[in-house]
């Protein structure tokens, strides 16, 4: 049974103040897993978590994590904005995009972020949208900035249960590509490189992420040697897993740090290469085992099934239904309840995939009973969406103090008709 940082008396309080649904961070526990990431790669000069903004866009949480130092990882306009309101700018954020439109690579260029092509064509299309906007070009247009190109290793990486077969993903550049880029790069001027690659998605096995830096570090020396390029970082992107299940264990942080110097020794420093600064941009395993939804039973229903029907639904947390994931719950006050039954836990959505858990054990519940969905802290909250009228819940944090905090309120119904204007029915 999953160790919970509150107890039912203090969610029933929480609840008193902020009603169910909300989603609730535990900041001692992202404080700590924060601090732990870092020791594991302290081998590294230069080391950066670059924060994916996407698994958990709350301000308040990013301004946390930049303590650590985190930067942040954006794709996006909004994200862009979100890391800039925290004081995240220029390295401190890399533009990880693709099919990107001109008004986000102007926003990455001025705030000075790191620049992660993801295709080759981006290059000239980046160069024509800073020469619309009046930037100078020439070696001047790129002092002191670092350039990325996001690596495809297609049928040389094998698959990723959730990503997939990396030929068959939309993302980077094929290897040739890639080389021709760094050339293009240099030969506009650009001095400072990076090189990037991301085929992991929810990985649990250690290996695949050392395997992942091994890659990189090959494919730096290769750059060097044929494009007469040095890379300054690499950046092994995000993917790192979480146990979402009771038999799974969690990534052994200090393994894949300790295994991935070994591959730096032999591969950076071995070869005679310069210092490459070792990055990362995971999202999930950084926030997401330290967030809960909770939500209340509000109906108990028996039919050719029984059914716990709550006051939350997919809208708060889309991961059961979008891929059937599996995400542990507790009842809190009956955790160690003998009687139990097997429940689907619904949501009211009218979407028959609706169901946070299908044919699970849990204790008998009854109306008004409080439910927490565990690991719901990263590509939960922020994939809300409000399709059939739901709305999105507030966002709680539980400090060190012990003090709730309101980081985001719950969408009022206000809020959902904002975009329409019913003056011109
Ligand atoms: C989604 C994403 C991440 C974060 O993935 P996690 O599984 O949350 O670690 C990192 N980088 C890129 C480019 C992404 O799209």
Excluded at 332 to 343: C, I, L, N, Q
Excluded at 361 to 385: K, Q, S
């Amino acid at each position: 049974m999953r160790k919970l940082p509150f107890d039912k008396a203090k969610l029933e309080a929480i609840a008193a103040i902020w009603p169910t649904p909300f989603h609730i961070y535990d900041e001692k526990a992202i404080r700590e897993n924060a601090k732990r990431l870092k020791k594991a790669f302290a081998w590294n000069k230069g080391f950066k978590e670059y924060f994916a903004v996407k698994a958990c866009p709350n301000p308040y949480l990013m301004k946390i994590l930049k303590e650590y130092d985190f930067g942040g990882d954006c794709s996006s306009m909004a994200e862009l904005v979100l890391s800039e309101k925290v004081g995240n700018t220029g390295e401190d954020i890399m533009f990880t995009s693709n099919d990107t439109p001109a008004e986000e690579f102007l926003k990455a260029y001025e705030l000075k972020a790191i620049i992660n092509l993801d295709d080759i064509t981006h290059w000239p299309f980046l160069n024509r949208v800073l020469d619309e906007a009046g930037v100078p070009g020439g070696e001047a247009r790129w002092e002191g900035r670092i350039m990325c190109c996001r690596y495809n290793p297609g049928p040389l990486k094998g698959g990723n249960a959730i990503i997939g077969k990396p030929e068959e993903a939309k993302y980077g550049f094929t290897r040739d590509q890639l080389l021709s880029c760094y050339r293009q790069m240099k030969e506009a001027g650009v001095k400072r490189f990076g090189l990037h690659t991301m085929v992991a998605s929810n990985e649990l096995d250690p290996e695949y992420i050392i395997d992942t830096a091994k890659l990189l570090f090959t494919l730096a020396g290769e750059i060097k040697e044929t494009a007469g390029v040095e890379v300054e970082l690499v950046n092994i992107g995000g993917g790192i897993g979480i146990p979402y299940k009771p038999d799974q264990k969690a990534m052994d942080l200090e393994y894949v740090g300790d295994g991935i110097e070994r591959a730096y020794k032999e591969l950076v420093t071995g070869k005679g290469m310069g210092r490459i600064r070792l990055c990362m941009e995971c999202g999930r395993c950084i926030t997401g085992p330290y967030g809960y939804l909770v939500a209340r039973v509000r109906h108990i229903k028996n039919t050719y099934r029984l059914y716990a029907g709550l006051d939350a639904c997919m809208s708060n947390l889309m991961r059961p239904a979008l891929y059937g994931a599996y995400h542990e719950i507790v009842v809190p006050g009956k955790e160690d309840a003998g009687e139990t039954s097997v429940y689907d836990v619904t949501g009211s959505l009218c979407e028959n995939n609706d169901k946070f858990a299908i044919q699970r054990v849990l204790p008998v519940m009854e109306p008004g009973d409080l439910v927490v969905i565990c690991d719901a802290g990263a590509h939960g909250h922020a994939m809300g969406f409000q399709y059939n009228g739901k709305l999105r819940s507030a966002e709680l944090l539980l400090q060190t103090d012990g003090v709730t905090r309101e980081i985001r309120r719950a969408e009022t119904l206000d809020d959902y008709f904002a975009t329409l204007n019913f003056d011109g029915l």
